[in-house]
């Protein structure tokens, strides 16, 4: 399992927000963390539609945080940019599965995705963001 490309720059676009008081520019955050600038367009727009980031049209417009960084966690974070977080298809609401009923993989998976939701969702962008944000761009 590996996190896609859209959730590191989903989270590192957040560090650089919750780093800065003020509305950041698309182009600034793209340049500052090294992420392509039209794949950063469609990830700020995956996180404003979960309500993680306000845009802000006009002149001086931008984005900034839609809350405090100790009350966002890295799964809401995750989730936001990919959508809910499976270990496996299976658990789901999809009922792709022949052997959904009778299977002993199942609760298996369902433990442990459980757990590793519980531990992202106990990293707040605070934490997440207690040292310098590093930049890609020195």
């Known amino acids: 399992m590996q996190l896609s490309r859209a959730v590191e720059y989903g989270v ?3 560090q650089y927000l919750a780093s800065r008081e003020s509305v950041c520019d698309v ?4 340049g500052k963390m090294g992420i392509p600038l039209s794949f ?8 404003v539609t979960a309500k993680l980031v306000r845009s802000h049209r006009g002149f001086a417009g931008g984005f900034t945080l839609a809350g405090l960084p100790d ?6 974070i995750m989730e936001a940019v ?3 977080f499976l270990l496996n298809p299976c658990l789901g609401n999809h009922g792709d599965c022949v052997l959904d009923h009778n299977c002993s993989l199942q609760r298996a998976w369902y433990v442990s995705q459980n757990a590793l939701k519980q531990s992202l969702a106990g990293f ?3 934490a997440l963001t207690t040292q310098e944000v590093p930049t890609a761009i020195p």
């Open 12 to 14: 590192r676009a957040m």
């Open 27 to 30: 182009d600034e955050i793209s």
């Open 40 to 47: 950063l367009r469609k990830i700020l727009q995956r996180l």
């Open 71 to 76: 009350e966002i966690s890295l799964l809401q």
């Open 82 to 84: 990919d959508g809910e």
């Open 124 to 126: 707040s962008l605070r």
